[in-house]
Nanobody, 122 residues
Framework: QVQLVESGGGAVQAGGSVELSCAAS????????IAWFRQAPGKEREFVAE??????STKYSDSARFKISRDSAKNTVYLQMNSLKPEDTAVYYC?????????????????WGRGTQVTVSS
């Protein structure tokens, strides 16, 4: 079983940066791939970034502005987002999958955090 808790969200001005954290716990947490998704009001949940359990493999929706990393010792995954835009405003969720997903859609992820709000103002 895996438990996930997001943190680091808040209000930021356009062009700024934010780093989100996803703290994972549970017996198999260290072997799970972790992904970030986001969902804005009235929109579908969309993929943001993914990292394998080893950190060797990553996938991005926007590699120019986002960076995902893992601190294995802390069982924590980070999402660094730069050059933020108002359209980045959403609730950001981290999710866990038993394996690295080549097509990271929400249905393949078994565990989810409750989300953290990121609001980008212009």
């Amino acid at each position: 079983q895996v438990q996930l808790v997001e943190s680091g969200g808040g209000a930021v001005q356009a062009g700024g940066s934010v780093e989100l954290s996803c703290a994972a716990s549970g017996r198999t947490a260290s072997t799970y791939a972790i992904a970030w998704f986001r969902q804005a009001p009235g929109k579908e949940r969309e993929f943001v970034a993914e990292i394998s359990w080893s950190g060797a493999s990553t996938k991005y929706s926007d590699s120019a502005r986002f960076k995902i990393s893992r601190d294995s010792a802390k069982n924590t995954v980070y999402l660094q987002m730069n050059s933020l835009k108002p359209e980045d405003t959403a609730v950001y969720y981290c999710a866990a999958s038993p394996g690295f997903e080549l097509r990271p859609t929400p249905r393949y992820f078994d565990y989810w955090g409750r989300g953290t709000q990121v609001t980008v103002s212009s």
